[in-house]
């Protein structure tokens, strides 16, 4: 899916001019504007401090903002009792730590814990529940004790309680941290799979190589404020990313490099092992006399 979306369209959520500080005069947003579009993936970058989980944190009604506006469906925000139940069935907000998330006895009696408070009758709420364990692959872990969990059970079992309540926009802070590489990769997939049934997503990251390859578009919060762009512009802004405190993303440079070469033009790996697969055929293909050594796998 491409970062444009319907210029007619209605947010499904929308921050506007927010101001949020934890001590007088020193806000963490000053201005901040964001747009969040139904059925788009959007990562937020920045620096450790810089505002991200804030953000977060805001949209999900945790937190009331000094100043601004936040709205839902283009209705603001009302911090009421009735106003957070109906945002927090829209939005859910997955925490980094998923110790700071889990509290039940059991994987089922946690991922429940939701829709039971939502008055749902109980052949719903078993419903959603085997829906949310089946979508991140835990479904026989149900009856197992939460504290017993490895930490990227924990994170599935988190994230299975958010989709529980079957949200129209998803947000995870941080939600690769801690996980090994085949994990990371098997949360993408499911990722993938949310989104494809219609779920908006949005993730926090440090990894600009992850935003890269898994976003629609991308906004760096630094400064107090946001940056908003299709991912390819704002990885390739150096000067944005240096003040946003983030190291270049190598995919962007890669494509450069490879479309002065000529002969791979087109060509848009976004991860290490696709460019060596790309590499190794490039190989055989361009240049079939001569043997490489060393370099090509040194980064994957």
């Known amino acids: ?13 929308s921050v506007h001019d927010l ?10 947003l000053a201005g901040a504007e964001l747009a969040l579009y139904a059925r788009h993936r959007l990562a937020v970058l920045g620096p450790n401090g810089g505002g991200k989980t804030t953000l977060f944190r805001l949209i999900v009604g945790a937190l009331k903002p000094d100043a601004g506006e ?17 945002l927090r069935q829209q939005v859910q907000l ?8 889990l509290f039940a006895a059991s994987v089922y009696q946690d991922v429940s814990f939701g829709p039971v408070n939502l008055g749902l009758p109980a052949p719903e709420v078993r419903a959603r529940v085997d829906a949310a364990l089946g979508a991140l692959g835990i479904t026989e872990l149900a009856d197992r004790p939460t504290h017993l969990l490895s930490f990227g059970q924990k994170k599935r079992t988190a994230i299975a309680g958010a989709i529980a309540m079957c949200p129209r926009v998803l947000v995870l ?16 997939a499911t990722l993938h799979d949310l989104h494809v049934a219609g779920t908006t997503l949005v993730i926090s990251t440090h990894d600009v190589d992850l935003a ?17 762009a299709p991912v390819d512009v704002a990885l390739a802004d150096h000067d944005l990313l240096t003040r946003a405190r983030l190291g270049p993303a190598w995919a962007p440079t890669v494509h450069t490099l490879l479309e002065r070469r000529g002969g791979l033009s087109g060509a848009r790996p976004q991860t290490a092992a696709e460019l060596y697969a790309l590499l190794d055929t490039a190989t055989r293909t361009i240049q079939p006399s001569s043997h490489h050594t060393g370099g090509a796998g040194a980064g994957a």
């Open 70 to 86: 936040i709205r839902l469906d283009g209705r603001p925000l009302r911090h009421t009792r009735k106003g957070l139940l109906e």
């Open 19 to 28: 101001y949020f500080a934890y001590e007088p005069g020193r806000p963490v």
């Open 212 to 228: 890269y390859r898994w976003s629609d578009e991308v906004a760096i919060v630094a400064d107090g404020t946001i940056h908003r």
């Open 94 to 101: 997955v925490v980094q730590d998923p110790d700071d998330q």
């Open 1 to 13: 899916m491409s970062g444009h979306h319907d210029p007619a369209a209605v947010p499904v959520v």
């Open 173 to 188: 802070d941080e939600p690769t941290a801690g996980l090994d590489p085949v994990g990371v990769e098997a949360l993408l």
